[in-house]
């Protein structure tokens, strides 16, 4: 956090005059490096204690500067170079916690986590101080181990056209194709350092994009430019901005403006937009000359301020609070902290009220993944729940902040420090990937555990009152589409089986794209081997009787309620006559079966009659066997009851999924005549073969 750090983390920068004094001809001087140290101007610091180091021969002045150019790199933000110099401080000065502290601190930034986790427990062997703070950053490197692999909705992608390899951060959307944000790149309004850093001040820059309307993440952004060199932009740090909702009034971070070094703070001011000029800045009554204000962000109705500041009053370094307007909207009243739920007792800054009330800020208070972390919490004044880490791709181990939010609430800007960048801090474009949620299972037979083609799942869900139904392909497979934020019934169903129980599925809460799971099993009706009785016939007859009339009709009623049932009508005698004679009697008692359920609408494909005769496979009296030379002294056995039993048709399943076949339409070549015989005479009927009957028959 570099320049950023004066002009919004640090706030308490400019100590001195603006005209640094010379460190050339104090280079490597103990004396210099104290100075410079005094002023907070770590950059000139840290080159005068490294040249020390590297030649005292005083054991004093070789600690005091290893320990003190670790620490200017840590406040550069050079994470790298801190790891490096924490790591030869603790070997000149190993008594030291503090170093062994700020070295676990160094790696947990540097992404190094289990290293971090080792280091912060040699720490507690060493001291007790630092314990609750020590265990908050243990716990934030367990989490970004834990969370490394979570799914996010989140792509992130650096801007190069904005970035430089100096600092660019905490873009503010002005109007439909703006962008203002802060930088320290060369070329700006002062000629002169900062010691801080050694970069330039930081200055207000303005860039126009265009997006393209056929793939709205594909964004081209021309050369940014200054704001203007008199009014917003001065000779120290200038930046951090918000806009009021017409874009007419901007709240601006400016630190010791004007060359006015009496507090060395930094402070709020207002600019009103008057054509395409801003008015002279104007400081906002409750930020003054005694403590830093900066980071503002305005709500959608402008009521409302949210800051960051160390004001008398805050729990830590720098607290978010916020101010309304009062007396009818003239004036702004007095700041109230957010209280301990956001605030904590290191730095919580970089503020931003969304349209919806969500607040998102930067912290190094709150367990993290690296040194500041994105967070967001839903409330108001000071009630607020529990701050939420973004996790990554938006966190990283390094400083991630300033993030800002466009109209669709799904795509926007915020800075980092990550590895990978252009320069020290970069601006980042992040988008979500849309939210894809399906559902997919298997549906199975229940007793053989096969999977079951052309099963039928339907859906109803809470957002209509629609039925959705999808058919399972032939490994038994089904999947679809649901819709967020909806609560789902489904159940499983196919033709010869009873249907499912009411399953429950919720893309409600969900946050990421997910595949639910829903398996279903089902069983059988039980039809594959039903018996169907009371299908009886008088003596030698074939007819339908009455009380087999209404056996047939109950038969109807099942095939019409299961239209992919194919059956077979069975038929048979008593073992009274011969069994040649038998079989053919059975025959026309099937047929006549068949001929009754065809005239009462039932198709003829999906019936099937077969006589079987006196066969004593499927005799209900098996002790009538009438057949050899006993035949008529074995058939006196059975009562007429019995042989009543015999004169019978059954019902067997054939096909539980019989489909119709398509017609096939042939036409003949144009030169074929027709074949057989001519149209309009039907074929004579076959003749019965006639027979001799010489006793009852069965």
């Known amino acids: 956090m570099n320049k950023r750090h004066l002009l919004l983390l640090s706030f308490s920068l400019l100590i001195g005059g603006i005209l640094m004094l010379s460190s050339c001809a104090k280079k490597g001087s103990i004396a210099a490096a104290r100075e410079h140290m005094t002023k907070k101007e770590y950059g000139f610091a840290n080159e005068n204690y490294r040249k020390v180091y590297s ?29 490096s110099w924490y790591r030869k401080a603790i070997k000149v000065d190993p008594k030291n ?30 001291s007790n101080e630092k314990a609750t703070e020590t265990q908050r950053l243990i716990d934030g490197c367990q989490n970004a181990l834990k969370w490394k692999n979570d799914k996010t909705r989140y792509l992130v ?23 203002y944000f802060t930088s320290d790149r060369e070329k700006g309004v002062s000629s002169t350092s900062y010691g801080w850093t050694t970069n330039s001040y930081t200055d207000l820059y303005t860039v126009t994009f265009k997006v393209d309307k056929k793939n709205p993440n594909n964004i081209t952004y021309q050369l940014p430019t200054l704001v203007d060199k008199d009014k917003l932009n001065g000779k120290l740090n200038d930046g951090v901005v918000c806009f009021d909702s017409r874009f007419a009034t901007i709240y601006i971070t400016k630190c010791n403006y004007d060359n006015n070094m009496k507090g060395n703070f930094c402070r709020l001011y207002t600019s ?18 005694s403590f830093n204000c900066g980071q503002p962000s305005l709500s959608k109705d402008g009521s409302t301020l949210y800051f960051s500041s160390d004001m008398p009053g805050s729990i830590g370094g720098k607290d978010i609070w916020m101010v309304t307007k009062s007396g009818r909207g003239k004036t ?64 990283s181990h390094g400083d991630d902040f300033a ?33 894809v949620f399906t559902l997919s299972g298997v549906v199975k037979n229940a007793i053989t555990k096969e999977n079951m083609p052309n099963a039928l799942v339907t859906l109803t869900s809470s957002s209509d009152t629609g039925k959705i139904v999808i058919k399972t392909d032939g490994a038994g497979s089904y999947k679809v589409v649901l819709k967020s934020k909806t609560d789902y019934e489904l159940f499983a169903s196919r033709a010869m089986f009873y249907d499912s129980k009411m399953e ?89 079966a068949v001929a009754y359920l065809v005239k009462n609408g039932i198709d003829t494909l999906r019936l099937v009659s077969r006589g079987y005769g006196e066969n004593v496979k499927d005799s209900l009296a098996l002790h009538c066997n009438c057949e050899g ?42 030169n074929q005549k027709p074949q057989g015989r001519p149209t309009g005479r039907p074929a004579p009927a076959p003749r019965p073969t006639p027979g001799v009957r010489t006793q009852p028959r069965g």
């Open 403 to 435: 993030i800002i939010f466009g109209k669709d609430k799904e795509s926007g800007y915020f800075s980092s420090n990550r590895e990978g960048g252009k320069g020290q801090d970069d601006i980042y474009r992040f988008h979500m990937t849309p939210l």
């Open 272 to 289: 009103q937009l008057s054509g395409s000029e801003w008015s002279e800045p104007e400081p906002l009554p409750f930020s003054t000359d």
């Open 97 to 126: 916690p503090e170093n062994q502290y700020m070295l676990a601190k160094t790696l947990k930034n540097n992404g190094k986590y289990d290293e971090a986790i080792i280091e912060f427990k040699n720490y507690l062997k060493l």
């Open 157 to 179: 992608e650096n801007v190069k056209g904005l970035n430089t390899r100096w600092e660019d951060f905490a873009p503010q959307f002005f109007k439909k194709d703006q962008l």
């Open 629 to 670: 030379p006993n035949e008529r002294q074995e058939g006196l056995k059975c009562t007429e009851d019995e042989h009543q039993l015999n004169r019978r048709t059954t019902v067997k399943v054939l096909d539980v999924y019989w489909e119709k076949p398509r017609p096939v339409q042939l036409t003949p070549p144009a």
């Open 55 to 83: 030649s005292t021969k005083k054991k004093d002045e070789r600690i005091e500067s290893a320990n003190n150019a670790a620490f200017c790199y840590w406040k550069m933000n050079d994470m790298k170079n801190a790891e």
């Open 332 to 395: 702004w009243g007095d700041p109230i902290n957010l209280g301990p739920v956001i605030n904590t007792e290191d730095d919580d800054m970089f503020p931003t009220i969304t349209d919806d009330g969500t607040l998102y800020f930067a912290s190094n208070g709150h367990v993290g993944l690296g040194g500041t972390d994105i967070y967001m919490s839903k409330g108001n004044a000071t009630d607020w729940s529990d701050p939420i880490n973004m996790k990554s791709p938006i966190n």
């Open 504 to 592: 429950e599925q919720t893309t409600r809460g969900l946050e990421v794209s997910t595949d639910l799971i829903q398996n279903f099993e089902l069983n059988s009706l039980g039809l594959e081997t039903f018996t169907l009785r009371g299908i009886l016939y008088d003596l030698d007859k074939a007819n339908i009787r009455p009380d087999a009339a209404k056996v047939l009709d109950s038969l109807i009623t099942v095939l019409n309620k299961y239209p992919t049932l194919k059956i077979e009508l069975g038929s048979h005698t008593d073992c009274r006559a011969d069994s040649i004679y038998n079989i053919g009697l059975s025959q026309r008692r099937a047929d006549s």
